[in-house]
């Protein structure tokens, strides 16, 4: 009894397979949006010196996208993008020098809170100076303060008016408030508010008049 056997036939590279379905596919449009940053822009000099350091906000290591500026002054000095290693953030910054010798200062852009913060330390830097070291870093830090000097009253005035009152500049103080009372010992009422100089005119006409001021960190 004979059997009938159906061959199948191997498909060559020339056959295609049509499974009765059309597929649709979308293409997808990807955007990079651009860090914003704090726009520093450092002005060159012949002479530099570098600097490592490990970067903290409030005792709490910088982020990605953080930046590290170097300024003499209100002139920037040298920009670095903050680098992450593990759990902490560490900036190499070429700083260009006027002259050697310069005493450094430090402003830190949070990225997550858009804000630049000033650090608390400052460097003198001499050209081809090189301070800290990979393995080394100095500190870059921004820090809670809680407390602030007193500012001490220098000088007080008549003037046409009332009196002008004048004191020292405090360390980490962004404003100043003026407070007066007629009496020593009684009760003093703010009539400086906001005031960003070192003096105050307090225009009331008053016979006798008693004053301190506050020193206050935004």
């Known amino acids: 009894m004979s059997k ?14 049509y499974d009765g379905y059309t597929y ?10 651009e860090v914003a940053g704090p726009g520093w822009e450092a002005v060159l000099y012949p002479n530099s010196a570098t600097l490592h350091g490990i970067v903290t906000i409030y ?3 910088g982020e990605l ?18 680098v992450m290693n593990g759990a902490n953030a560490y900036v190499t910054l070429v700083v260009n020098l006027a002259s050697d010798g310069e005493e450094i200062s430090f402003k830190i852009y949070d990225y997550s809170a858009n804000l630049a913060y000033d650090a608390l330390e400052t460097y003198s830097l001499g050209y081809n100076d090189v301070i800290g070291s990979t393995e080394t870093p100095v500190p870059v830090s921004v ?6 000097d007193t500012p001490v009253i220098t000088a007080i005035a008549k003037v046409s008016g009332g009196f002008r009152i004048v004191w020292n500049e405090v360390d980490n103080a962004d404003i100043y408030e ?4 007629t009496d020593p010992y009684g009760t003093y009422e703010q009539v400086g508010f906001n005031v960003n100089a070192l003096l105050f005119d307090d225009l009331t006409e008053l016979p006798m008049a008693f004053y ?3 020193a206050v960190k935004n």
């Open 4 to 17: 009938s056997v159906l061959k199948k036939r191997p498909l060559s590279a020339a056959c295609s397979v």
């Open 143 to 148: 820090s809670e303060i809680t407390e602030l």
């Open 212 to 214: 301190y001021i506050k």
């Open 178 to 181: 003026v407070w007066r009372a």
């Open 59 to 61: 005792g709490v290591a």
């Open 24 to 33: 649709a596919y979308d293409s997808v449009l990807v955007t990079v949006n």
């Open 65 to 82: 996208n953080d930046v590290v500026g170097a300024f003499v002054g209100t002139e920037c000095r040298g920009v670095a993008d903050v």
